[in-house]
């Protein structure tokens, strides 16, 4: 019936674990969860409580994958017809998580829940993560089937696995950034029907915000790093990449890299403090992208 599949990385996920095992016990299904470690140096005796758990499984790898061979990985072990892909620092938040992805079988091949953030203001040494989880990811079904291959996040997805047998995540994607973006427009193209739901987990690994802005930097670099976007139909389903190209064009992008060298310092304070601008944070990012096409490609 179900295999619900999980990748972790330095990060306590019993509860997460329990949870979910209480539910598919309680809505009386097969199911089975996969934990798989990937190569983490903390909270590996937590996690290692997870085989006492009743049709869970923990695996160590021994090497550092990434997410997209991790999930490929997980796949591979799993079970049964339907999967349910998670991420470790995600929350329950309602007693009928389990029942509503049950409830949308048949309804269409891939299923996105959605995602949440805490009303609760963080420190501010993480309110970047949480101010632009709130603004741009946190939407209403309604309004993530407007644009359904977008907002298809691995966070909280369920998808038939003879799906993810023909389409795996592309494994030139070992770090942060965009890997979602490709698997939804491999979907477009294929014509796979994607359906979202208003059926949310909590995100609580809110990344500090130095380290949120350096893995944003780190996946705007992947506009001219990774091959899978030298084709215009991809980058036009990123608006930064969307953006960028039209600077790019009208010959923009060295006026839009020199702001980012003489005001990117001043824009990261901003950012990093307590009430970040979300415009500032696509401004930053933009220019950054000029930044490094300029320096790449004198």
């Not at 796949?75 to 309602?94: P, Q, R, T, V």
């Not at 059926?199 to 130095?210: F, S, T, V, Y």
Request: charged share 30%; glycine share 4%.
């Amino acid at each position: 019936m179900l295999s619900i599949l999980i990748p972790e990385f330095n990060y306590d996920c019993t509860k997460l674990v329990k949870d979910l095992a209480e539910q598919c016990s309680d809505a009386g299904i097969k199911f089975e969860i996969i934990v798989m470690d990937d190569a983490s140096r903390q909270f590996k005796s937590e996690n290692r409580s997870i085989l006492a758990i009743p049709e869970c499984r923990f695996v160590e790898s021994e090497q550092n994958n990434g997410l997209a061979k991790t999930r490929n990985k997980l796949a591979a072990m799993a079970s049964y017809k339907y999967l349910l892909m998670l991420d470790c620092d995600a929350e329950i938040s309602g007693k009928t998580y389990i029942k509503r992805y049950l409830d949308s079988i048949g309804q269409a091949q891939v299923v996105a829940g959605g995602i949440g953030y805490s009303l609760n203001k963080p420190d501010p040494d993480r309110c970047l993560r949480w101010f632009y989880g709130r603004k741009r990811e946190s939407l209403p079904a309604k309004i993530r089937n407007q644009n359904p291959y977008k907002s298809a996040l691995s966070f909280n997805l369920m998808m038939e696995k003879d799906i993810l047998e023909k389409f795996p995540y592309d494994e030139q994607f070992e770090d942060y950034g965009h890997e979602d973006s490709v698997m939804g427009f491999t979907l477009k193209q294929a014509g796979i029907k994607v359906l979202h739901i208003d059926n949310p987990l909590i995100h609580n690994g809110l990344d500090l915000n130095e380290t949120f802005l350096a893995k944003s930097l780190k996946a705007v670099e992947k506009y001219m790093t990774n091959p899978a976007f030298q084709t215009e139909e991809l980058t036009d389903q990123i608006k930064i990449f969307r953006v960028f190209r039209k600077i790019k064009s009208a010959g923009l992008y060295k006026l839009l890299a020199f702001k980012f060298r003489i005001a990117g310092k001043f824009m990261k304070r901003n950012l990093c403090s307590r009430y970040p601008s979300l415009f500032l944070y696509d401004f930053y990012r933009l220019s950054y992208l000029c930044e490094f096409y300029r320096t790449t490609h004198k």
